[in-house]
């Protein structure tokens, strides 16, 4: 509670965070909520048992394990290796991610959502929402784009724990652009040609630069119906922008967003929805980029 000078008048700031803050106030070996009392009037819980399993397996276990039934896990289609029970749930929670290369969130509604890495490029048949100017388009009232090289990655070195380094590296962008790199060690995958495979996905995604739609923001008191898609839309929902370039060409962009702010000030009545946002494969070519005259991609094995 916050008082202004006089005393009259005050403001309350209510803080929240999702169940990530619990995941990582608790290891893995250790007792997660308390499912049950025994007559001896310890905690319990479930037993997490490991073993090479499927991404999304392992997901479920360590959620499990913990008592945390909220769940949306998309089934995972690389193994995994056994891993540190000494970690915090969060971070035995994102090797597993990562090992995958998929993603993890929690979900508006709760869910611990795990999806894998195939998960975006099957999900872009139809877009959740069309954002635009033009008509039966729902408006934005900013838009923010980029066309630089701060997302180029055209060098990965992927390294699983026991494994080869495995490097996966597209040439001719480190002849246009010179060498950007990622380099990741210890990872989950049970076998280098696992490795291999996210490291070719990885540059095939960004080993050429691209107009990208960073973030939209959008004013819904002023059309009612962009209050559905408001308090509707969430992390990893494919939508379509539509952006009036200064010449009066129509660009469409294929999108996800990545994250979600709502500003409401009660003094004002004002409204502010923002989604940051990235670009979308939405199939095995990478189309799209052949707008600015640089190449297309064929997709990652």
């Known amino acids: 509670m916050q008082y202004a000078g006089q005393g009259y008048d005050s403001s309350t700031k209510i803080r929240v965070v999702d169940a990530f803050k619990l995941f990582f106030n608790v290891t893995v070996d250790s007792i997660g909520w308390r499912l049950g009392i025994s007559k001896l009037g310890s905690a319990t ?22 008592g945390y039934s909220n769940q949306a896990i998309s089934t995972g289609q690389l193994q995994v290796q056994t891993q540190s029970e000494t970690d915090d749930l969060l971070t035995a929670l994102r090797k597993v991610e990562t090992a995958e290369n998929g993603t993890f969130f929690i979900a508006a509604d709760g ?4 999806r894998d890495r195939n998960y975006r490029l099957t999900n872009t048949t139809t877009p959740d ?7 039966g388009e729902l408006p934005y009232v900013d838009i923010v784009t980029a066309y630089d090289d701060n997302k180029l990655l055209n060098t990965v070195q992927r390294t699983r724990t026991g494994g080869n380094t495995q490097i996966a590296i597209d040439s001719d962008s480190v002849d246009r652009f010179g060498t950007n790199s990622l380099v990741e060690s210890g990872t989950l995958n049970v076998s280098d040609a696992d490795a291999l495979s996210i490291a070719s996905q990885k540059v095939v995604a960004n080993a050429i630069p691209q107009t990208t739609v960073e973030s939209i923001s959008f004013a819904p008191q002023q059309d009612v119906n962009l209050w559905e898609k408001a308090l509707g839309l969430d992390i990893g929902s494919y939508v379509e ?14 999108l996800f967003i990545e994250r979600v702010r709502h500003k409401v000030d009660a003094r004002n009545k ?5 989604i940051g946002l990235s670009p979308a494969e939405t199939g095995a070519w990478i189309l799209g980029v052949n707008s600015l005259g640089i190449d297309t991609n064929l997709s990652y094995t």
């Open 129 to 135: 929402a069309t954002f635009g100017q033009g008509g």
């Open 111 to 114: 869910d611990a959502t795990f």
């Open 45 to 66: 819980r479930l037993t997490l048992v490991q073993a090479q399993e499927l991404s999304s397996v392992r997901v479920t276990n360590l959620l499990s394990s913990f």
């Open 241 to 254: 922008a539509k952006v009036t370039t200064p010449s009066s060409d129509v660009e469409t962009y294929d």
């Open 270 to 274: 004002t409204w502010n929805w923002q």
